[in-house]
């Protein structure tokens, strides 16, 4: 039976899918722009539309109800949805009035097609695949459909999967088309061959940027202009917010930790006296009892020596918690169990006896298992091999504490009746369950208190300007720390679940300080410095860099300015530096001995068709290089044929990947959800 909560277990891969195909190859983030409109304020914009709160919401939701998420919710489960949800949003916008424009469609027929499993769908596959055998299975899209009718929650559900099953196939067509356009020539194939299979050797003379003093040269202002102008795209960024941030730890005092000690020495005492074992745990907050039976192998050496011989080991302090332990129950059990199970839907029952009745009757346990059993063990004949016992769930200890090779036992567990037989028995040892106390050394709420108290009043202190802050954080021995958020991440770099920190960064304006959050049991209190919305960094945040790069390029010239002569030794002569050998170089080389990582001279070299002739200058990182080829040895370690797949497969792959990235920069994508999520 198919039910909602099975799908939405599955449903997990489903967005994972769609993303994989293509939208993975987006950065989604141009450029802050801000408008509202009314009370629903726009958190993006996308192929010119403006995405408002409650269409960003709802996408939101939907994702999250359609991926297991109304059932299970934690923050990294939030993450996953609201990237979903975001890359739902783009291709509503973007992606499919596109591909009406081209006609890239999608007929009924071709839906159905992929219901029925005639044209391959990731969607529907992970959906409705047999988990047992990797089918897909039709009968179970029927089902779901029967039950469907009178369920909207499952009508919703098929919504679903029909439109990411359309999209993945629209995004599958695109991709083809795009596909279809890569080609590689003749010329391409040849000059590959040749790089694969070349191997350089020759000298080389370099001379060293770094041997010019740069005081022998000026930059002046107009110049570094002029370069950032002509380079702007090196110096693209994404638009961020700059913020000083200080952490209050909340860690526990001299005086909490010994009152820790004495409390947790009093309940040790009566832990030890207590004869319901069971019930004083329950009854203490720091308190839990193991869900398995363990051996003394699984015990650490303290704990041994006095919970075997039935003793109550502790307390004893290790990474800053108090732990006391008592064994709760103990019994005399196999070491490990080697087993093999059959399967079965929990709502199959009478299935399940039909099936127990056989194997205890002598059936072949493994026949049954391949042609009955859900697991994925099925095809292995029910084989899960050997497990300690402490491995076992819950529901198989009681049944198989006493087991012997060839006992067969039925066991519920969860949502399935599991036929479990035991092929193998090994050893035979005490186990033990075990009741905790466990004592964490914590802050006491005084503590934690006075801690609060300390950064409440320099929140007070350092509110009204970055200048206050930063004399408040000296006049409280506090380190500020600098954090740059860039557009699209949603916590700052260090400090862990510090979602709320962005969202007020966001919605801040230079010089505010912000209130106290708590992040991971610590206060942290942070003030905006800095707002960059450009898309290009300043000239005056580059600077070092553009003058770095226009010293080299005039001591370049000045080189090839002294450079002279019409051998590689009188080159060397003329410029006062050494010939050097090479060896070993070819098309693919990243390092050249005695040289070091020059990727220019690399390909020079690389591309050299005739021996011992003086290059031309090249212009390095790191210096000015003139070379001569003295020998070119052929190989015969790539085929045309090997080489004109390798350059298609990577022209197609190129091109696919090159075109979704193009798709999103014609989209003018702008993300300001991290303004209010």
């Not at 002029?226 to 005086?255: C, G, I, W």
């Not at 009043?457 to 380190?479: I, L, P, W």
């Amino acid at each position: 039976m198919v039910s909602l909560n099975n799908l939405r277990t599955k449903f997990g891969i489903v967005l994972s899918v769609v993303i994989a195909f293509a939208l993975l190859a987006f950065i989604f983030s141009l450029r802050y722009e801000m408008g509202f409109g009314g009370n629903d304020p726009k958190v993006g914009e996308i192929n010119g539309d403006k995405i408002l709160y409650s269409e960003y919401y709802n996408e939101y939701e939907t994702t999250k109800n359609n991926n297991g998420g109304a059932e299970a919710y934690d923050e990294e489960a939030d993450e996953r949805f609201s990237m979903g949800a975001w890359q739902s949003l783009v291709a509503k916008h973007a992606l499919i009035p596109g591909f009406k424009k081209m006609g890239v469609e999608v007929s009924e027929a071709e839906r159905l097609g992929m219901v029925k499993g005639e044209y391959p769908s990731n969607v529907f596959y992970g959906a409705f695949a047999n988990p047992a055998t990797g089918e897909y299975n039709v009968a179970a899209i029927y089902e779901f459909l029967s039950q469907s009718e009178a369920n909207p929650q499952l009508q919703q559900v098929w919504n679903y999967l029909n439109s990411q099953a359309t999209l993945e196939r629209q995004l599958a067509k695109f991709s083809g088309l795009v596909k279809g356009g890569a080609y590689v020539n003749a010329l391409e194939v040849a000059d590959g061959v040749r790089n694969a299979n070349n191997t350089f050797a020759g000298k080389v003379v370099a001379r060293r940027y770094s041997s010019l003093p740069d005081s022998i040269f000026t930059v002046s202002k107009g110049e570094m202009k002029k370069y950032y102008n002509e380079h702007k795209e090196m110096f693209a960024q994404l638009p961020s917010r700059t913020m000083s941030y200080v952490v209050f730890d909340v860690e526990a005092t001299a005086e909490d930790m010994a009152a820790i000690e004495n409390e947790v020495k009093g309940v040790a005492a009566e832990f030890a006296a207590a004869t319901d074992v069971k019930s004083f745990v329950r009854q203490n907050r720091h308190g839990s009892i193991d869900d398995r039976y363990v051996s003394k192998d699984e015990l650490s050496k303290a704990e041994v020596s006095a919970l075997m011989a039935g003793k109550t080991f502790g307390p004893e302090l290790a990474n800053d918690v108090w732990s006391v332990a008592r064994v709760l129950d103990s019994k005399m059990v196999a070491d490990s169990l080697t087993l093999s199970h059959i399967v079965v839907s929990y709502d199959a029952e009478k299935l399940a006896d039909s099936l127990y009745k056989a194997v205890k009757g002598g059936a072949n346990f493994a026949e049954v298992a391949r042609n009955s059993s859900m697991a994925e063990t099925a095809a292995m004949g029910g084989v899960i091999g050997t497990l300690p016992f402490s491995a076992l769930p819950a529901e198989f200890v009681a049944p198989l504490e006493n087991a012997k090779k060839g006992d067969i036992v039925k066991i519920a567990m969860g949502s399935a009746i599991q036929i479990v037989k035991v092929d193998g028995v090994k050893g035979r040892s005490k186990h033990v369950k075990v009741a905790r106390l466990e004592y964490p050394v914590v802050a006491s709420a005084a503590t934690t208190r006075n801690i609060h108290n300390t950064a409440s009043s320099f929140a007070v202190n350092a509110n009204g300007s970055v200048e206050k802050f930063n004399a408040a954080a000296a006049e409280a021995a506090v380190t500020p720390r600098v954090a740059d958020v860039m557009n699209g991440e949603r916590t700052v770099r260090g400090l862990d679940r510090s979602y709320e920190i962005v969202r007020w960064a966001y919605n801040a304006k230079v010089g505010d300080v912000s209130e106290i959050f708590k992040v991971d049991g610590d206060y942290v209190v942070a003030v905006l410095t800095e707002i960059d919305d450009e898309h290009y960094k300043p000239l005056s945040e580059v600077e070092y860099q553009v003058k770095t790069a226009i010293l080299r390029d005039k001591k370049y010239a000045q080189i090839v300015g002294e450079m002279s002569g019409a051998t590689i030794d009188e080159v060397a002569a003329s410029c006062g530096e050494e010939v050097t050998d090479f060896d070993g170089v070819t098309f693919g080389s990243f390092y050249i001995n005695g040289v070091g990582v020059e990727p220019r001279l690399v390909g020079a070299i690389a591309s050299t068709t005739e021996k011992d002739v003086l290059s031309a200058p090249i212009k390095g990182n790191m210096a000015a290089y003139v070379y001569v080829v003295t020998d070119i040895a052929a190989g015969e370690s790539q085929s045309a044929e090997a080489e004109k797949v390798r350059l298609q497969a990577m022209a197609e792959a190129m091109s696919q990947q090159t075109a979704f990235v193009a798709v999103q920069r014609m989209a003018n994508i702008v993300d300001l959800r991290s303004k209010y999520f």
